[in-house]
């Protein structure tokens, strides 16, 4: 059955997403068309390439996910010295790191750019915060940007979607008004599951979105003690309001949520037992869903 797929964002957590392709794949569903925010953008990405659940659980579980994080040399030896510097550059990690492997396993598919793809087969949500818009890459890169979107990186345009604000440092377009700064897509929309409907909310074919969270009626208070916690409790809520506003009861119907407890977004030091369990977690909830999903 041919479905299209939409991916939340989370981090690290977007894991237990493997589990849950396992099961669609297992089942005979085929994606046409992809979307995502943030972590969920590279699932996409990835899957928009070519590569199969089984392919994803491979690489992602023999990955050392600290590998992604790319220290600047300074604070190789100075680690106070980040901390001083983060006023200026607006994040601990360069992002470089993450970009060259995207850029390795999707040139394994022979993806480079969005002429690569099929037309129209992915899209990544991201966030200018210069313009303050939300931009939809390959869609806007044209209109806001002067960019053909044949020539944008697919890798880029993943990188700048999980370039989750202080952590990464943002990534600068040069536009028709000047530069732009963007960052992770989950600040304006952590899950686009309305990517793929038309002004008339009408679905091409059936759509399939992955949320890791509970439902909007379900989700947990925050507890929030000190101004850390505050600052990611605000984070969260500014992800979650946008998004609930389009998960009505009836697209509830079409979601696999997936709430991922004791795992934060940036806990990239996980081992291989860790990541088995989200993936387990994935693929419980996907088989929990496919049972009244085909009903």
């Known amino acids: 059955m041919n479905i299209d797929g939409v991916f939340s964002g989370g981090g690290v957590k977007a894991l237990a997403f493997i589990g849950a ?11 046409q ?8 953008a590279i699932v996409a990405c990835l899957i928009a390439s070519g590569y199969q659940a089984k392919d994803l659980k491979k690489i992602l579980v ?9 220290t600047p040399f300074p604070e190789k030896f100075l680690p106070f010295y980040k901390w001083l510097l983060l006023y200026f550059r607006m994040g601990l990690f360069k992002g470089n790191r993450l970009e060259n492997l995207l850029e390795k396993w999707l040139e394994q598919k022979g993806v480079h750019t969005f002429a690569d793809l099929p037309h129209g087969s992915l899209k990544v949500i991201c966030s200018d915060l210069t313009l303050g818009k939300m931009v939809v890459i390959p869609d806007d890169l044209h209109r806001l940007y002067g960019i053909d979107p044949d020539t944008f990186s697919v890798a880029k345009a993943a990188r700048i979607s999980a370039g989750l604000p202080y952590f990464f440092m943002p990534v600068k377009l040069h536009g028709k008004k000047g530069k732009s700064l963007l960052v992770d897509g989950g600040v304006l929309s952590n899950f686009p599951i309305w990517l ?23 989700l947990p208070e925050q507890k929030i003690k000190n101004s850390i916690q505050m ?65």
């Open 21 to 31: 392709l396992e099961v669609l794949d297992e089942n005979g569903y085929r994606f």
């Open 33 to 40: 068309r992809v979307a995502g925010t943030s972590a969920g």
């Open 62 to 70: 023999e990955l050392s996910l600290e590998k992604l994080i790319d």
């Open 196 to 218: 793929f409907e038309n002004e008339q909310g009408k679905r091409r074919r059936p759509i399939l979105g992955m949320q890791l969270s509970d439902p909007p009626d379900q």
């Open 231 to 295: 600052f990611h409790a605000l984070f969260r809520t500014m992800k979650k309001a946008h998004d609930a506003r389009y998960i009505s009861e009836s697209t509830s119907r079409d979601v696999i949520f997936i709430p991922v407890k004791g795992v934060e977004t940036t806990d990239f030091s996980m081992n291989a037992d860790q990541k088995e369990k989200l993936m387990s977690i994935g693929k419980e909830k996907a088989k929990q869903f496919l049972d009244r999903w085909k009903k």
